[in-house]
């Protein structure tokens, strides 16, 4: 369900000229908060370089 909503965002947002990148993570017995925000920052760099694959856009430092 926190994924249908994620992508409901998204779609959202880009239907209003934005785009979001999302990083969802669950807390597991025995993370910790600092571990939770880690995961989440990784899937959303994940989320982001799927979104400027799919869009053809070139995002590394240093290209104009």
Partial sequence: QTRTRAVYIQDLSES???AVS?????????N?????????EKNMYIDKSHYYAK??????????
């Fill in 16 to 18: 209003k000229g934005y």
């Fill in 22 to 30: 999302i990083g969802l993570a669950y807390l597991s017995k025995g």
């Fill in 32 to 40: 910790t908060i600092d571990d939770l925000i880690k995961e989440a």
């Fill in 55 to 64: 869009h053809n856009i070139e995002r590394r430092r240093g290209k104009i």
